[in-house]
């Protein structure tokens, strides 16, 4: 069965991330307040599976061994 599956990867609370903080920046200077700006990456993937405990399982195992490194990042899967 095909499952459609959304991971979402951020990197850990504290972890720097200066492109977040420039984004931030250049927003303060359009005028705009805004206190706290994280970025994030989100992929959309179609999986073949026979339930979608089994889709979960696979989309895990690929953000641990490509997509996230668990030492800076948190991943978010969504099966649906």
Same mark, same amino acid.
């Given at each position: 069965?095909?499952?459609? !599956?959304? &991971?979402? *990867? %951020?990197?850990?609370?504290?972890?720097?991330?200066?492109? +977040?903080? +420039? *984004?931030? $920046?250049?927003?303060?200077?359009?005028?705009?307040? !805004?206190?706290?700006?994280?970025?994030?990456?989100?992929?959309? &993937?179609?999986?073949?599976?026979?339930?979608?405990?089994? +889709?979960?399982? *696979?989309?895990? %195992?690929?953000?641990? $061994?490509?997509? +996230?490194?668990?030492? &800076?990042?948190?991943?978010? *899967?969504?099966?649906?």
């Amino acid at each position: 069965m095909k499952y459609d !599956v959304t &991971i979402t *990867i %951020s990197l850990k609370e504290g972890m720097l991330n200066p492109e +977040a903080e +420039a *984004i931030r $920046r250049a927003i303060a200077h359009l005028g705009y307040g !805004v206190d706290y700006l994280q970025k994030q990456d989100q992929y959309r &993937i179609t999986l073949d599976a026979v339930n979608k405990q089994e +889709a979960e399982k *696979i989309a895990g %195992s690929i953000c641990e $061994r490509l997509l +996230a490194n668990p030492v &800076i990042h948190t991943y978010v *899967i969504e099966v649906i």
